[in-house]
């Protein structure tokens, strides 16, 4: 078999290949519940993904093939090179308009194809709201933040539309409500707690120095610089008991009593109970930010891509994209708060 031949002979099986998976991706298709709507399932399909990793495996074995070509013996001629290499390119273009094409296809409608995820992504509405924040903290109806130069802020009226904004005294990098309580740490990693989120009335505690804190009415937890983690559910007012957990964290978020985190690599951790260090690696997104309400996770990846588990939160997570892009995150009893890179505020039910 001569080269030009063999060309011929490879493009049609690539091709041949290529329409079998479009047509299984396209015939798929499930649905699912967030809350008490029916939605299409925003997660991303399994023939889409064993699409993706197909033309992956094909892309592969093309660029072996090129290397075999500029290795033969004789050496193709200059015009024989110039024609394989068209036709390579022609079939990857294929490849890449049909992965596009596959994914897109396979997506329910009310969701959008993203390329960068390879993901289905739902639209909650996010909506925007007046402010500007670097973090947020939503709890029960109440939102907490802080914006770049350390601001306070607290509102509990229209949060989803045009909250009351109302700005306390003080200076923190990270704030977090719970039974309309706030605990929160300063640009130093001093800890501070406030009985009340209406009040300035906030009281040093002692502790390690902390870049990061969550906390869940009873029991506060936080990582420091290095990543160390720690929890406190005594004196939480006055002077905590914190005692280290093992392992190393970049987030850590406390719903329920059971805690979610991700470490410095994305990877994502569950633990059943705030007071062991059994954390459990469960499977999702690289993430750089989580947080947790007890039953349900949402957070972000370095680009800001949005995710939300529902299902086996503890080991096999259900993890949904959300159409947009945040880069901080709270949710509560369905409602999700965060803000954008910009400090752009935005609202949305799940």
Do not use: H
Not at 91 to 97: D, K
Not at 107 to 120: D, L, V
């Amino acid at each position: 078999m001569d080269l030009e031949t063999f060309i011929v002979f490879i493009s049609i099986a690539i091709i041949i290949t290529v329409i079998v998976i479009f047509s299984r991706t396209k015939n798929s298709g499930l649905k699912m519940k967030m809350g008490n709507i029916p939605y299409p399932l925003r997660i991303t399909s399994t023939s889409c993904n064993n699409s993706a990793s197909t033309v992956k495996s094909i892309q592969n074995q093309i660029n072996t093939m090129q290397t075999t070509v500029k290795t033969m013996n004789p050496i193709p001629t200059s015009n024989v090179l110039s024609n394989f290499n068209t036709g390579i390119q022609n079939v990857q273009n294929l490849i890449n308009s049909y992965s596009t094409i596959a994914c897109s296809s396979y997506c329910p409608y009310g969701t959008s194809y993203n390329s960068s995820t390879n993901m289905c992504a739902i639209n909650i509405g996010l909506i925007q709201i007046s402010g500007n924040m670097k973090q947020v903290s939503i709890n029960n109806g109440i939102v907490v933040g802080v914006n770049s130069a350390g601001d306070i802020y607290y509102a509990d009226t229209n949060i989803n539309s045009t909250p009351n904004w109302t700005q306390l005294s003080g200076a923190l990098t990270c704030v977090s409500v719970s039974n309309r309580q706030l605990y929160g740490v300063n640009s130093s990693g001093a800890i501070y707690y406030n009985a009340s989120y209406k009040t300035s009335n906030w009281v040093q505690v002692s502790g390690p120095l902390l870049v990061q804190v969550d906390f869940n009415g009873s029991v506060v937890v936080g990582v420091n610089s290095v990543g160390d983690i720690y929890y406190a559910d005594t004196n939480i007012n006055s002077a905590p008991n914190w005692t280290q957990l093992s392992g190393a964290l970049t987030c850590v978020s406390v719903g329920n009593g059971q805690l979610y985190g991700v470490n410095s690599s994305g990877t994502i951790y569950y633990n059943a109970s705030y007071k062991t260090s059994n954390w459990v690696q469960v499977s999702g997104p690289i993430l750089v930010k989580v947080n947790f309400d007890g039953s349900e996770a949402c957070g972000v990846d370095s680009s800001g891509n949005i995710y939300y588990s529902t299902g086996n939160v503890k080991t096999n997570p259900n993890w949904i994209q959300i159409q947009g892009t945040l880069a901080n995150v709270s949710i509560s009893n369905g409602q999700l708060y965060g803000v954008n890179s910009a400090g752009n505020i935005f609202y949305g039910f799940l």
